[in-house]
């Protein structure tokens, strides 16, 4: 099989090598895409590798007929519609660590060139003035900054101005105390951070919640004479707060590398200020990152691809291919077991409940469960259904799900999934193990014990067990040339209620399952194929 990839920007040469040497890849170099263009451009393709300057919506996505993976050149993702990719089931990735050393580096030469005014110093000199007294700067020794967002670039920043003698306050809701604490930052709220930082540079990603984290509310509360930068997104600042702030005099400087709108129009305000510093979205641009962001984000698609591994995906419930190939069975059993319940449902189904026992699926409860949704919703929906997606379709279809540790105590098993699903008037809870690590079971279906193998095509009986029923079914097949391969029983109690898992050769005519539902012994039959 052949995979053709799109390329809509610059990508490093030892990026392209990378895909030049991979045997089953074709690829295609189409830069400055709109997004009309991309929608008529992206058929076809298996992959796609973007970096800020191509937006990859749900238009796009709509028409994107063999697309697997969305990879972006770099961390942030606000120019892809991660919603939109997820429903149609294509990954989005992309390379947060490829290039942190190189947005900390511009981030702290954005800080000293707006400390010591070195581009208006360096204008007016090739402009013939020597005017020392008028760029006298200020120091970074002892000053107090705060840094919004402490991952990989706000904790490199944070060495980089501890090496200058800098307090350091950080605001990020997702860091642990022992890490702040080996980072040697503190730990503050924004409206403290605001109030005692010198300075503010952001490294937030661009969401709902961090969009105009810098306002005119925000910014009341600074400390006069603040200065801000930002290599992180455009969308953080609200761009006429900004201005004003700058105007008055309350924000004594801003250094701006990012910008809601790309390229800067020749228009801004921005452009004409002395107390601002601006690059066109250089952070990331080093020779090293880019090498780096390049080959990283090939290698992460030709791993998708070829499914060995999933690193830096960010709507995917597995990332780790080691942990992939030991749950892989148990994943496939969930499947299994997810397109029995559909199959069996007198309706469509309304919740669902799973759990899990077993040190292998220990700590795996997600992915089993998105496994299950999986095999549940494919033989009912006329789209993809992959890991990516299953989720977010049931949730489309209103479907409630529950996920939790344990299982069935009566099933003495190593390892068990178990799953309940419910519809308006009845519901079947199903439970299955493997033998060996790699033999399925069906091992109880409501009050039943049995021993089935999910695979093939099954008629699933609900009976009364009286004598001669299995005889006369037989003979029913028999009849018709079908031919039984398996017979797995099970039942609450002699002459009460059983179950019947009859596997069979060839597929059975609905005529037939007709005359089976017409024996007085039987209560129901489904044909599910597995």
Not at 33 to 51: F, K, M, N, Q
Request: proline share 4%; charged share 25%; with cysteine.
């Amino acid at each position: 099989m052949t995979y053709k990839i799109l390329i809509t920007d610059d990508l490093s040469p030892q990026g392209l090598a990378h895909l030049e040497q991979a045997e089953d890849i074709e690829f295609d170099i189409i830069k400055g895409l709109s997004v009309e263009d991309l929608a008529r451009t992206i058929p076809g393709y298996d992959g796609l590798i973007v970096r800020s300057s191509v937006k990859v919506t749900e238009q796009v996505l709509q028409v994107a007929d063999k697309l697997k993976v969305v990879g972006r050149a770099g961390m942030g993702v606000d120019n892809i519609d991660v919603e939109a990719a997820s429903m149609r089931g294509v990954i989005v990735m992309n390379t947060p660590g490829a290039n942190s050393v190189a947005t900390a580096e511009h981030t702290m030469a954005l800080l000293l060139a707006l400390c010591r005014h070195v581009p208006q110093a360096y204008r007016k000199l090739i402009d013939g003035q020597w005017d020392r007294k008028r760029f006298t700067g200020i120091q970074l020794y002892r000053k107090t900054i705060g840094i919004v967002g402490m991952g990989r670039i706000g904790a490199r920043v944070a060495l980089r101005c501890q090496a200058f003698g800098m307090e350091v306050l950080t605001y990020d809701p997702y860091l642990a105390d022992e890490v702040a604490e080996e980072l040697k930052v503190e730990r503050v709220d924004l409206d403290e951070l605001f109030a005692r930082s010198d300075f503010i540079t952001l490294h937030a990603a661009s969401t709902p919640e961090t969009h105009h984290l810098i306002n005119a509310e925000t910014i009341a509360k600074m400390k006069d004479g603040v200065r801000i930068i930002n290599t992180a997104r455009g969308a953080l600042i609200d761009e006429a707060a900004l201005l004003a702030g700058l105007q008055s005099g309350k924000i004594a400087g801003a250094a701006l590398d990012v910008f809601p709108e790309e390229p800067l129009p020749a228009s801004s305000p921005f452009l004409s200020l002395d107390n601002v510093v601006l690059t066109p979205h250089l952070a990331a641009s080093t020779v090293e990152a880019q090498r780096d962001v390049g080959t990283q984000i090939v290698d992460q698609m030709l791993d998708i691809l070829h499914e060995t591994d999933f690193r830096n995906v960010i709507n995917f419930p597995l990332v780790d291919a080691s942990i992939l190939k030991t749950l892989r069975p148990y994943l496939n059993l969930a499947e299994k077991i997810g397109s029995l319940q559909t199959q069996l449902a007198d309706d469509a189904i309304e919740r669902v409940e799973v759990q899990i026992k077993g040190e292998e699926m220990e700590g795996h409860l997600k992915p089993i469960t998105v496994a299950f949704l999986k095999g549940m919703l494919e033989p009912v929906l006329d789209q993809t259904v992959n890991y990516v997606n299953a989720s977010h379709l049931a949730k489309r279809r209103g479907i409630t799900v529950s996920q939790t540790s344990g299982g069935d105590p009566t099933l003495n098993y190593p390892n068990l999934i178990s799953c309940r699903v419910e519809w308006n008037g009845g519901g079947h809870t199903i439970a299955a193990t493997l033998f060996n690590h790699n033999e399925p079971r069906i091992v109880r279906i409501d009050g039943y014990r049995v021993d089935v193998r999910p695979e093939g095509i099954i008629l699933v009986v609900s009976n009364h067990d009286r004598p001669g029923f299995i005889g006369t079914v037989g003979t029913l097949l028999g009849q018709h040339n079908i031919n039984i391969a398996i017979w797995r029983y099970g039942r609450d109690k002699p002459y009460g209620e059983a179950i019947s898992f009859i596997g069979v050769d060839v597929d059975v005519p609905e005529n037939v399952i007709d005359t089976l539902r017409e024996h007085e012994l039987v209560v129901d039959v489904k044909k599910v194929f597995l």
